[in-house]
């Protein structure tokens, strides 16, 4: 696709963004994929190795965790933001097997101020799950776990706001002195409850001796990230942000407390990257035709037996960086409205529309009843959500094979109605369409100039 045609999305030549609108997975490593050659750079502002970005190209399926999607397309800078935390051994594992199927990682940076995660965290995480976990078995069988990928990315985000035993990747690759009292101190901190709770206690010596190879690994894709963005945006160039996780897991504006521990929303755009976001002229909205969720929380459209299996399936809902099977639901309008409203969405994409081929019907909640009053608003905090019963619009089926078209006016009638219902709800195009996994499938909405048919 030429890269013009997205001018749109960016009118004043800045910045632009692609957050995801419901609980995660939409497709958005497909989209920044999709977007990145009509960008100078793209980045990573939040999040670490607890987000999948699947991306088909030409065949060939790449899961990227902490790499920005960008990173396919030569002349992009992909860069790893300070509100981002990584996970170094999963950074060099992704690098190495990048650099394995001939991908150039030569473009990619990581901010001198992004935490982190240590071996520490992951057994914290583990091990806080597992609490949790039995605790609620001692309550009558009720969990009070949040369903984590036990990644550390929470105990980290944690260890950022403690401060003197957080680790940010200057102090790793500087090394000396530093970086070894504050894995003392944190070992110090956090070993007597790993034990406590029935983990074993871990060695300062050997976690800073495993640390050193992969220090020397990362320095020199390690910068100032902040400045070089600033950089690429004075000299005229257009920065592509690339939001991991989505906004109803976010912490301050998601399903709380069944969130992930960063802001994944565009409002975190700013403070994960030093951007400020009076820069940012378009937002970027993926959503899927359906609803899926992974851990745990509530979801009011929630679906179970035979077809939701058959969603799942048609879809490959398992997650992309823990292989577990999603949760499928109808599609949220309630939540949609929210999220629109909350991350100033300025386009839609819609995704996985050709995977309800074929249903008999298709559902779409338009409202909520809790307690026998019903509301178009969305209840972001978990014990009120929980009690809400959706509100359904029913739409009939397609029969139709859609993974071949490639504009709105070759879907069939049915299928163009689920889009149109989609647009009079947010207020906002949908700019893009989904109608299979690889690049090229996938109508462009978005006409030179313009937005709209």
Not at 216 to 238: C, I, K, M, Q, S
Not at 281 to 291: D, N, P, Q
Not at 383 to 393: K, M, Q, S
Request: hydrophobic share 40%; charged share 20%; with cysteine.
């Amino acid at each position: 696709m030429d890269p013009t045609r997205f001018d749109a999305l960016c009118p004043n030549g800045r910045a632009a963004a692609v957050v995801g609108l419901q609980w995660g997975d939409e497709g958005k490593g497909k989209y920044v994929d999709l977007l990145a050659p009509g960008f100078d750079a793209v980045a990573r502002y939040n999040g670490g190795a607890n987000a999948g970005h699947t991306i088909v190209t030409g065949g060939q399926k790449y899961a990227l965790h902490l790499v920005p999607s960008g990173i396919l397309h030569k002349g992009v800078r992909a860069v790893i933001g300070n509100g981002a935390v990584v996970d170094p051994f999963q950074l060099v594992k992704e690098i190495d097997a990048l650099a394995a199927r001939g991908v150039d990682t030569a473009a990619l940076v990581v901010s001198i101020r992004a935490h982190v995660v240590m071996p520490y965290h992951k057994a914290m995480d583990a091990r806080l799950e597992a609490v949790m976990e039995e605790m609620g078995k001692a309550q009558g069988g009720r969990t009070t776990a949040i369903g984590t990928t036990k990644r550390g990315i929470g105990p980290t985000y944690a260890e950022k706001a403690l401060r003197m035993t957080a680790v940010r990747m200057g102090d790793l690759v500087r090394g000396g002195s530093i970086l070894e009292d504050r894995v003392r101190l944190a070992i110090g901190v956090h070993n007597p409850a790993i034990v406590a709770s029935g983990g074993e206690a871990l060695d300062a010596a050997a976690i800073i001796d495993e640390l050193a190879p992969i220090a020397e690994r990362l320095r020199p894709f390690v910068t100032d990230t902040t400045y070089l963005l600033h950089d690429v945006l004075r000299a005229g160039g257009r920065v592509l942000f690339e939001g991991g996780n989505a906004t109803l897991l976010d912490i301050d504006h998601g399903t709380y407390p069944y969130v992930t521990s960063s802001s994944c929303s565009a409002l975190g755009i700013s403070t994960g990257s030093g951007v400020p976001g009076a820069m940012l002229s378009g937002v970027v909205g993926i959503m899927k035709a359906y609803t899926t969720r992974v851990g745990l929380g509530p979801m009011p459209t929630e679906i179970h037996g035979e077809l939701a299996q058959t969603i799942r399936d048609r879809g490959g809902e398992y997650g992309t960086t823990t292989g577990r099977p999603r949760r499928i639901g109808w599609l949220d309008l309630v939540a949609l409205r929210y999220s629109a409203m909350v991350n100033g969405v300025t386009h839609v994409a819609m995704t996985m529309l050709d995977v309800l081929g074929g249903l008999d019907e298709i559902r779409v909640c338009s409202a909520y009843e809790v307690d026998g009053v019903r509301t178009e608003r969305f209840l972001p905090d978990a014990a009120d959500l929980a009690r809400a019963t959706p509100v359904y619009e029913v739409l009939p089926g397609f029969a139709e094979d859609i993974s071949g078209c490639r504009s709105v006016g070759e879907l069939p009638a049915r299928a163009r109605a689920l889009v149109d219902l989609v647009e009079r709800a947010l207020g906002v195009p949908v700019a893009f369409v989904g109608v299979g996994p690889d690049r090229e499938q996938t109508i462009l909405n978005l006409p030179q100039g313009g937005v709209g048919r």
